[in-house]
C-alpha cells in the first residue's frame, strides 16, 4: 500500500499537533527532536493511508499559510459522520472561515488553524470513489 505524507512547518508546534489530534480524531505515530535541528510529530492512524507531519526548525520562523487556498480536503459521505467531524473541529478550536474557493461552501465547511491553513470537510463521495 501507498501511503501518503504531508509534512508542514509550524511555529508552534504543541498547539498544531493539539488541534489536528483533537480536530481530525488522530493518534501520534510518531515524534523526533533535535533530528539536525528539526522537531517533529507525525499524526496518523496505523493502515490509514495518509499521515501528517509537523517540524519546527531552531531559530528558523515558519510564518504564516502563503494563501487561504493551501488546503486539506477530507470527504465525508454521511451526514451524520460529517456533522460529528465538524464538530469535532470546532471543539479542538479551529476557526470556521469561508472558503476562498467557494466551491468548498456548497457541501462542506472550512477550517483555518493558528498558522493560517484550512482543513475543508466535504459532506459527499470523494472523486473516482463508489
Not at 517540524?55 to 459522520?81: C, I, M, W
Not at 483555518?112 to 470537510?121: H, I, Q
Request: with cysteine; glycine share 10%; net charge negative.
Amino acid at each position: 500500500m501507498t501511503y501518503l505524507r504531508v509534512a508542514r512547518p509550524t511555529d508552534d508546534l504543541d498547539t498544531m499537533v493539539r488541534l489536528y489530534l483533537e480536530g481530525l480524531d488522530l493518534e501520534i505515530l510518531g515524534k523526533f527532536r533535535d533530528h539536525d535541528g528539526f522537531d517533529g510529530v507525525i499524526l496518523g492512524r496505523p493502515r490509514l493511508g495518509y499521515q501528517l507531519e509537523f517540524t519546527r526548525q531552531a531559530g528558523h520562523s515558519a510564518g504564516r499559510a502563503p494563501t487561504k487556498d493551501n488546503l486539506l480536503v477530507f470527504y465525508h459521505p454521511e451526514p451524520e459522520s460529517w456533522q460529528a467531524a465538524c464538530g469535532r473541529m470546532v471543539a479542538a478550536g479551529f476557526r470556521e472561515v469561508a472558503s476562498w474557493n467557494p466551491y468548498w461552501d456548497a457541501q462542506g465547511r472550512t477550517f483555518e488553524d493558528p498558522d493560517g491553513y484550512r482543513v475543508v470537510l466535504q459532506n459527499e463521495v470523494a472523486p473516482g470513489q463508489p
